[in-house]
Structure formats: structure tokens, C-alpha cells
């Protein structure tokens, strides 16, 4: 209960800090702090009801479906996780990838500044593109708060080409997550973030393990014929 009271104090001044920074909203007495594991955060869930919960996060290669980055977070969103998976994957492989391809929760401006920064190319959806569009707006050219990074990535969605490739973000990123699903990956039977990093980090061993197979099988398939 300690814990939990101690978790709940700095989710609360977490709030205040976004609130004073970006007049977010919220409701100090509908905080809450889980009792059995006071580092999970209370989030949605796909049946809209809401349990304590962590966020599994993948980096997956287009090519082979081989996952190359993971990190657990108790953040029911993904804003602010591009830049700390950056970091992971230039510390595993002393290098980055050229693109990333990113669902819209990635998107904030400082992490596209960051990806710009270090040469990766962002593809992401635009807030509201389609509804720009419809209004006879243009969501691809530069906005006066853009740096140059967010200006480049606004212009680069805009391209057919940046259509084409951000549909392999599907057989990717959207893949890993339902094989984890399809494995039985719906809950985890520890407590604390470390520990429930420790299940991912086991879960995308597995999983790589089985796309090496596949991709061996697939190779002497195709010497065959």
C-alpha cells in the first residue's frame, strides 16, 4: 500500500507538470495506483475496460520480421518512446536504421527532431491528415512551430513513395504484435517493470528464434527450386 500511495503521489505530479506545460486536464481523485503492482499504470484495454497494464514496446526489420529492439513502459501511450528506442538500437548495434516506421503514438515532434538529428527518416501518419485535406488544407507543408526535422517528415508522408513504404509496416510491426497475441502473450505472472521486461526480452527470443528457423527453411526452399 505504501508503494502504491508513493506511486499515485508522483503519477499526481506527473499530471500537474503536464498541466502547467500543456493545459492538460484531469481529475486528481480518479488517480489511481495499483496495490499489486504499484509500478503498472491503470490503461484501456481492447474490451473498454481499464486494468493496471504495462506497454510492450518491439523494433522489428522490415525484411526479415526479426526483432532488434524491446522496452517495457508503464505509459498507456507511445508518445516519447522513439528517441529511448533509438538510443537502445545505437547501443546494441553501434548503428540506426535509415527509416522507422511508426504508428501515430510515436509521433511528437521532439522524437521526430531526434530521429532528424541522427539521420533516420520517420514515416508516420499525420494528425488529422484527412481531415485537412478535406478542408482544402495542406498537412505536408511546413507549420511555423516546425523544425526542420517535422517540416521534413510533414513534406516526405506527402510523397507516394512514403505511401508505398510505410504498408510494410503492417507485415512488421502490427505482425509481431498479433504472432505475441497468437502465442498466448496476454498477460504476464510478474510484478515490477524489470520483471515484466525480462518476459518481453524471453518473448522476442523465442520469436526470433522461430523466424531464423523460417528463414532457413525459406533459403534451402529456394535453392531447391
Known amino acids: 500500500m505504501q508503494q502504491a500511495l508513493a506511486q499515485r ?6 499530471r500537474e507538470q503536464q498541466k502547467a506545460e ?16 504499484p509500478e503498472a499504470r491503470a490503461m484501456k484495454m481492447p474490451d473498454g475496460g481499464t486494468r493496471p497494464a504495462y506497454n510492450f514496446e518491439f523494433a522489428t526489420t522490415t525484411g526479415s520480421g526479426i526483432v532488434v529492439g524491446v522496452d517495457v513502459t508503464n505509459s498507456g501511450s507511445d508518445c516519447g518512446q522513439l528517441g529511448p528506442m533509438l538510443e537502445q538500437l545505437q547501443e546494441r548495434y553501434e548503428e540506426l536504421p535509415e527509416a522507422m516506421l511508426v504508428d501515430g503514438g510515436f ?9 532528424h538529428a541522427a539521420d533516420v527518416d520517420v514515416y508516420g501518419p499525420i494528425k488529422e491528415e484527412k481531415k ?16 526542420d526535422g517535422v517540416a521534413a517528415w510533414r513534406e516526405r508522408m506527402g510523397t507516394d513513395a512514403a505511401k508505398v513504404l510505410y504498408r510494410l509496416r503492417a507485415s512488421t510491426a502490427e505482425w509481431t504484435n498479433a504472432q505475441a497475441r ?9 510484478r515490477g517493470q524489470r520483471k515484466v521486461l525480462a518476459v518481453a526480452l524471453l518473448y522476442a527470443l523465442a520469436h526470433n528464434l522461430a523466424r531464423a528457423e523460417a528463414l532457413r527453411q525459406a533459403r534451402a526452399q529456394a535453392a531447391k527450386s
Open 9 to 14: 503521489q508522483k503519477l499526481l505530479e506527473l
Open 22 to 37: 500543456k493545459g492538460a486536464k484531469f481529475e486528481p481523485a480518479k488517480l489511481r495506483a495499483s496495490t499489486t503492482d
Open 107 to 115: 509521433t511528437t515532434h521532439a522524437d521526430i527532431e531526434t530521429a
Open 132 to 147: 485537412q485535406l478535406a478542408e482544402g488544407k495542406n498537412p505536408y507543408e511546413r507549420k511555423q512551430r516546425d523544425g
Open 182 to 190: 497468437n502465442r498466448g502473450l496476454y498477460q504476464v505472472r510478474v
